[in-house]
């Protein structure tokens, strides 16, 4: 108990220390206009408050991934602990604030062009397949889950396929229309369900004197499972995602100031870390031990964990009420998943998004693809979200680095971080069975040589860049904010 409760402390702190570091480092222009009043159209930039911001980032990017990841990771003990505490301040939240930022400072691009600006004009079409793709298996993992949990809770009384059909027009309605229309009117709502179940889990677990397993050199890791360079991939949402740098430019061209981005994007990725610390530590401590976990993960997936685990603390009503605060999990990234496809491919393609004729004509492919990839088994496409998921929070992570370089900054917060899971993302993908499926020795020599070859790539292409000073942001002289 003691181990999780200093962990949510730490988060906390680390808001407010490295946070207000981070954010005293890149400098807020509090008298620059922001791109929700430069661009101002009606659909896609619309100025919003605050608390509206904060909450529909929270939900952009808390899918399922801070639930079922840190669950699943709760298999490897209390070493899962440290990576969400450590990961969220130190990688994550460093990852969503300067994505947001960065975005901010050039009219709200999303990261494809952000990395053809700062990486190099190939990494445009490298970096803009990739985000697609995410975004896809994003989308359409988060059409399955919330089916199947919705199935469950209701006694399987309405068929899997129906609830699934209902949750892509919910999609297509909320990727088409303006976004201060659905997104921005519901989402407080769901913001404030989805706080309340995890907050009722977490003091239901405190009060009810849960068994959390507390961290020590005898219960650093119970399993028999290698930890490198698994967890990272197993929790991700939870600590450091990819996904969160296609989601924050949607709340970049909504942002009024530059001074709310630490609340609106570091302060968030914290808030997904405490909700990722109380689901891995109900997955530690409700089910006599890892082996009782391993079962009810083998038979109904982490669904069934967040199912017994929101019933148990917070009874009947409770507990169904925590169970819709997660359904509100992945229908709230799904349907942001597919409107950043859908503005990602419109800023690829230089289309114009006024018209509804332009966004619906993008739009309905990406459904079409996302319905026929429901059909494939849902492990297999965790598996290859998790590892472009990380792939893609390495490539954010040196698009930060490169402009905090250029810009004589202390770059080193970005590029440390995104070094260490570039090693990871490169080992991962040699030994994986859904990459080369190569010894992991051989892997581990191959992920280090690697990351050190495109680091050095990095360093040259900085050092470039700072000499021909590339320009960090747009020029808007003469704009002021409203």
């Known amino acids: 108990m003691y181990t999780f409760l200093a962990g949510i402390a730490l988060l906390i702190i680390g808001y407010f220390t490295y946070g207000k570091f981070i954010e005293k480092m890149f400098g807020v222009k ?3 206009a922001t791109p929700a009043y430069v661009n101002n159209d009606g659909v896609d930039y619309v100025p919003m408050s605050t608390s509206k911001n904060s909450l529909i980032q929270l939900l952009n990017i808390a899918g399922t991934g801070p639930v079922f990841g ?11 602990f440290i990576w969400i505490v450590i990961g969220c301040i130190f990688a994550g939240a460093v990852h969503d604030y300067l994505t947001g930022m960065i975005s901010i400072r050039n009219r709200g691009a999303h990261l494809p062009e952000l990395a053809s600006k700062f990486l190099g004009k190939v990494m445009k079409h490298v970096v803009n397949a990739f985000a697609v793709l995410l975004l896809l298996l994003v989308g359409t993992v988060f059409v399955s889950t919330p089916a199947s949990l919705l199935h469950v809770l209701m006694d399987g009384k309405i068929a899997v396929g129906i609830i699934i059909t209902a949750i892509f027009v919910y999609y297509i309605a909320a990727t088409l229309l303006p976004v201060d229309k659905i997104i921005g009117r519901l989402y407080p709502y769901f913001g404030a369900l989805l706080l309340v179940s995890a907050l009722g889990v977490g003091i239901g677990m405190v009060i009810t004197g849960a068994p959390i397993p507390e961290l020590s050199l005898t219960n650093f890791h119970p399993a028999n499972a290698p930890i490198l360079p698994l967890l990272f991939f197993t929790i991700s949402c939870g600590a450091l995602s990819g996904f969160h740098a296609t989601q924050t430019p949607i709340i970049s061209r909504t942002t009024q100031n530059e001074k709310q981005g630490r609340k609106i994007f570091y302060g968030m990725m914290i808030t997904e870390g405490v909700i990722a610390m109380i689901w891995a530590a109900a997955g530690m401590s409700l ?3 890892y082996n009782g976990l391993n079962d009810i993960l083998a038979a109904g997936g982490p669904g069934a964990v967040v199912s017994q685990a929101s019933t148990a603390l917070l009874g009947a009503i409770g507990g169904t009420l925590a169970v819709l605060g997660v359904v509100v999990l992945p229908i709230t990234s799904g349907d942001t998943a597919f409107r950043s496809a859908r503005m990602i491919i419109a800023e690829y393609l230089k289309i114009a998004q006024k018209k509804f ?5 993008i739009a309905l492919p990406l459904f079409a693809i996302s319905a026929v990839l429901t059909q494939i088994d849902f492990n297999l496409l ?4 998790s590892w472009a998921n990380q792939a893609t929070a390495v490539i954010a992570l040196f698009v930060g680095a490169m402009y905090l370089y250029i810009a004589k900054k202390n770059y080193f917060t970005a590029l440390v971080p995104g070094s260490f899971m570039l ?10 069975p ?3 499926g190569l010894p992991m020795t051989v892997s581990w020599i191959g992920g280090f040589i690697g990351a050190a070859i495109l680091i050095g790539l990095f360093f040259r292409a900085a050092k470039n860049a700072r000499a021909n000073n590339m320009p960090l942001e747009d020029d808007i002289s003469g704009w002021k904010v409203a």
Do not use: K, Q
């Open 30 to 32: 509090e008298d620059r």
């Open 70 to 80: 840190p669950i699943m990771g709760a298999l490897y003990g209390p070493v899962a």
């Open 287 to 289: 089910f006599n031990g």
């Open 357 to 361: 004729s332009s966004r619906l004509w």
């Open 382 to 385: 965790w598996r290859y979200f």
């Open 423 to 432: 090693v990871m993302v490169i080992t991962y993908i040699l030994n994986a």
């Open 434 to 436: 859904i990459g080369f």
